[in-house]
């Protein structure tokens, strides 16, 4: 037999290489390369010998079938991030920057859960390990939360080989956290902790386990510079749910986001505030994130959103100011620089609003990051808002995604959108124009259908001009 050749193969995007290199060919990571025997080595097939074989079974596509039992916390917003609370034997990441609040977060869930404060009242057994922090400092967090009361099993440990000893056996805990993934280790292997190797090893055993006992499993993941978890797309892959913990560190507001979820929907938010006594639910994010708003001043629009199956109004604010010679500056926070980029071209090239010599900053006020498209509408009526020095029609909110003719186009989820906005008090909206025969509503809101960015141009009296318009020139 052909001795197996090794190979090395790429932890983060699977590129196989015959030497081992430090920068991957495939997708530029660094010593992301992992020594694996070749599975290569006797490509011999079936050879048309079946011998000794077992059938499978085939059912038919339609069948009896449960929806997987739900572990609810009784954190409302954390079970609905989760599609309706954690389903046993599954595996969930949990990602976000360091100091997000990730342990926090966790810390809080899984006290809720040994408490029994879902709606069935379960007590789950809870297992909580950290390997970054030690028991006392996990403890000085528990009774800053107030939960230190809570039945949870608590252990600081980084050797996965240990953890799952202790793990395997029938009467183990319903949930176990891991916090995080990249401090765990293999003695298997050679490689450090937090490399990808380890990180996927380590993993993969973890998952096998919980799957086998039927625990639910929750791994912290740090995210890199890049914005990314360290082996992102191993980890993702091999994970049910993915959550990523999101906020600016300078506000109080959390969002844990659904990226992936096997068990619902995805894109579905939970919003939390970091208080003094760790974070606390947020049921209604609209009116928080409206909460400082001064509908008086020029430069702002409300965008109502959706995140998920929730309607979410946040404030885009805008900032024009003329530009000293050179580049003009662009600052985005909250949103796709591409997008801001594409909207100023398109004033530009379609409605002669010459804004780009401007400096131009944009901000999601609250620290949500939005990813629309159907912003594009509220984030032109803040530029014009902005650069005319007159304020965005009072009490309207703004939703519609931007062509690159001008047009404005339709976006999904009106009526939910509109339901949200008249909820907390808006009388109007400016819309894209609505298909059919329901542009006339007679519901709390007044609708305003613009079809074209010119319309908007003239809500704000800056009538289409050619060559540069500076705010002195328009007012
Ligand atoms: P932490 O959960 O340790 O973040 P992560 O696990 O994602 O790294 O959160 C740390 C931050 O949260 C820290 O800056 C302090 C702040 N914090 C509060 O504001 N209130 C609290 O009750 C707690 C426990 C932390
Ligand atoms: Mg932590």
Known sequence: MARAQPRYVCQDCGTVHAKWVGKCEGCGAWNTLVEEASQEAP???????????????????RGTMEPPPRRISGIAEFDRACGGGLVAGSALLVGGDPGIGKSTLLLQVVAALAQGRG?????????????????????????????DGAPVDLAAATSVRDIVASLDRVDGPDIVVIDSIQTMYLDTLDSAPGTVSQVRAAAQELIRLAKRRGFTLILVGHVTKEGVIAGPRVLEHMVDTVLYFEGERGHQFRILRAVKNRFGPTDEIGVFEMTDSGLSEVPNPSALFLAERNAKISGAAVFAGMEGTRPVLVEIQALVAPSPPGTPRRAVVGWDGNRLAMIMAVLDARCGLAIGANDIYLNVAGGLRVSEPAADLAVAAALISALTEQPVPADTVVFGEIGLSGEVRAVSQTEARLKEAAKLGFAGALTPPRRGSKAARDGAIKLREIAHLRDLLVLFDAAPRKGAATPKQLA
């Not at 490509?43 to 596509?61: E, M, N």
């Not at 057994?125 to 967090?141: K, L, T």
């Open 43 to 61: 490509p011999k097939g079936l050879g048309g010998k079946l011998g000794k074989t077992r059938s499978i079974d085939f059912v038919a596509l």
């Open 119 to 147: 709606k069935d009242k379960d007590r789950l057994s809870c297992a909580y390990i950290s390997g970054e922090e030690a028991i006392d400092q996990v403890r000085m967090r528990a009774v800053r939360l107030a939960v």
